[in-house]
């Protein structure tokens, strides 16, 4: 079993930066890949950005260039630096976590975090 915490969200202006933090625990040395996912009122939950426990990472286009995803496997984190932040990225979102290889399908992560809000508005 894993547990995952986040922490970080929060209101931020257009424009913004916020980082957010998930910290495992449980059978953390079988993770592999860890992601982050968003879900906006009425929309289905997406893949931002994840990263293997070998650094490879993956990107939505829509945060490409913005968003970056980086581990820390000594405090069994993994963040996700959130610049220049949109409106449109207004969201709840979820750290995930799968002992197998990286996956963008939210159905191959069965562990999940209860959640963060962000809310970027003026």
């Known amino acids: 079993q894993v547990q995952l915490v986040e922490s970080g969200g929060g209101l931020v202006q257009p424009g913004g930066s916020l980082r957010l933090s998930c910290t495992a625990s449980?059978?953390?040395?079988?993770?592999?890949?860890m992601g982050w996912y968003r879900q906006a009122p009425g929309k289905q939950r997406e893949l931002v950005a994840a990263?293997?426990?070998?650094?490879?990472?993956n990107y939505a286009d829509s945060v490409k260039g913005r968003f970056t995803i980086s581990r820390d496997n000594a405090k069994n984190t993994v963040y996700l630096q959130m610049n220049s932040l949109k409106s449109e990225d207004t969201a709840i979102y979820f750290c995930a976590a799968r002992f197998g290889l990286f996956s963008s399908d939210s159905r191959d992560y069965p562990y999940w975090g209860q959640g963060t809000q962000v809310t970027v508005s003026s």
């Open positions: 449980g059978s953390i040395l079988r993770i592999n890949a």
């Open positions: 990263i293997t426990s070998g650094g490879m990472t």
